[in-house]
C-alpha cells in the first residue's frame, strides 16, 4: 500500500513537471483591450495627451450641451452620499479634488472611472499614476448606475 502511494505520488509529480514545460518559453505581447490605448503611455505621456483618453468602461461617448441643473442638483447628492467620503469639492483629500476635472481629464474618463475604477486602476496609465499619488488607496465601487454618473459628471461641470 505504501508502495502504491509512493508510485502514483511519482507519476503525479512527474506529470506535474512535465505540464508545467521546463523547455525555451516564448512571450507572447500582452492582449489589447479596444479602448486600452492609455496602458501603453508612460505616465507622463499619458498625462501630456489626456484629451484623447476616454478611459475603460462602458462610456464610449459623452456629449456635453448647456449645464442641465436639474441633473446637477441630483449629482449633489450623490456625490455627497457616495464620494464625499475621500473626494472634497476643491481640495485634495484621499482622492482628488473634483473641481476643474473637465480641464484635465475628458468627461469619458471620469465617467468610466467612476463606474470602473477597479479596471481603470490597474489598465489605465493616468488611473495608475493617480493610485500611486494617492499612496495606493484605490478607489472604491460605489456601483452607480450610468446615469447617477453622468448626474454627478454634471455636478462636477459646475465646481
Not at 44 to 64: C, F, Q, R
Amino acid at each position: 500500500m505504501k508502495n502504491s502511494i509512493i508510485k502514483i505520488s511519482i507519476v503525479f509529480l512527474v506529470a506535474f513537471t512535465l505540464a508545467c514545460g521546463g523547455g525555451e518559453k516564448t512571450k507572447l505581447p500582452p492582449a489589447k483591450h479596444a479602448s486600452e490605448s492609455s496602458t501603453l503611455a508612460s505616465p507622463e505621456d499619458a498625462m501630456k495627451n489626456w484629451k484623447e483618453n476616454k478611459g475603460i468602461g462602458p462610456v464610449s461617448s459623452v456629449t456635453l450641451t448647456e449645464v442641465d441643473q436639474e441633473m446637477v442638483d441630483a449629482g449633489k447628492i450623490i456625490f455627497e452620499e457616495k464620494c464625499s467620503a475621500c473626494h472634497k469639492p476643491d481640495k485634495k483629500f484621499i482622492g482628488p479634488a473634483p473641481k476643474g476635472i473637465l480641464e484635465r481629464r475628458t468627461p469619458e474618463w471620469v465617467m468610466n472611472m467612476i463606474l470602473n475604477p477597479e479596471e481603470m486602476t490597474t489598465k489605465d496609465a493616468i488611473a495608475k499614476q493617480l493610485l500611486i499619488e494617492a499612496n495606493g488607496s484605490p478607489m472604491a465601487n460605489q456601483n452607480l448606475t450610468e446615469d447617477d454618473a453622468r448626474k454627478v459628471l454634471e455636478y462636477f461641470r459646475t465646481l
